[in-house]
T-cell receptor
């Protein structure tokens, strides 16, 4: 089955700097890669996703890149703000199978 | 995005009692819903996939008699933790897949269960 590795587990950045979180997946059949933001005591919130027919997708300060050959995908947050502090999860899925999540990255944006 | 409502957000119960958690899709019909469990500072662990009108599919190691799932309508799935014990204390989160969206999945706000 699918296995998703996520790095780093914790990340601290200064406000205004960029943050990058990386994930790798194992199943070449996976074709959908969402990113979720989870704040303390809340459910995960979908912030951006990308499908295997696209290499990059951007939504304001958030971007996701996908390298199908290397089975890598990354989340990029630019101009970070304190409210970006949260736990971020990557996930992968192929077809109708359930999402497989990475272990999460705790992002702290220091004002 | 689509809205998934989960209730209650927090429940405390005595050991041996049963607790029901509701998950509703508010603005779409969800033929497939998912139930996850999350321990502190850990990732989401899929417990089961709930399909409207049929039996839930449980992940390996999840006791189906312990965690009863009912998906009786296209907008409601329930998870009942039967005969709860302190080790069942956890954060439970439901999720629903939006039909026709090529598998986009939205999550509820979660339910924190504390068993005394």
């Amino acid at each position: 089955g699918e296995n998703v590795e996520q790095h780093p587990s914790t990340l601290s950045v200064q406000e205004g700097d960029s943050a990058v979180i990386k994930c790798t997946y194992s199943d070449s059949a996976s074709n959908y890669f969402p990113w979720y933001k989870q704040e303390l005591g809340k459910g995960p919130q979908l912030i951006i996703d990308i499908r295997s027919n696209v290499g990059e997708k951007k939504d304001q300060r958030i971007a996701v890149t996908l390298n199908k050959t290397a089975k890598h995908f990354s989340l990029h947050i630019t101009e970070t703000q304190p409210e970006d502090s949260a736990v971020y999860f990557c996930a992968a899925r192929g077809g109708n199978t359930p999402l497989v999540f990475g272990k999460g990255t705790r992002l702290s944006v220091i004002a | 995005g689509a809205v998934v409502s989960q209730h209650p957000s927090w429940v405390i119960c005595k050991s041996g009692t049963s607790v029901k958690i509701e998950c509703r899709s508010l603005d779409f019909q969800a033929t497939t819903m998912f139930w996850y469990r999350q321990f502190p500072k850990q990732s989401l662990m899929l417990m089961a996939t709930s399909n409207e009108g049929s039996k839930a599919t449980y992940e390996q190691g999840v006791e189906k008699d312990k965690f009863l799932i009912n998906h009786a309508s296209l907008t409601l799935s329930t998870l009942t933790v039967t005969s709860a014990h302190p080790e069942d204390s956890s954060f439970y989160i439901c999720s629903a897949r939006v039909p026709g969206s090529r598998n986009i999945q939205y999550f509820g706000a979660g339910t924190r269960l504390s068993v005394l």
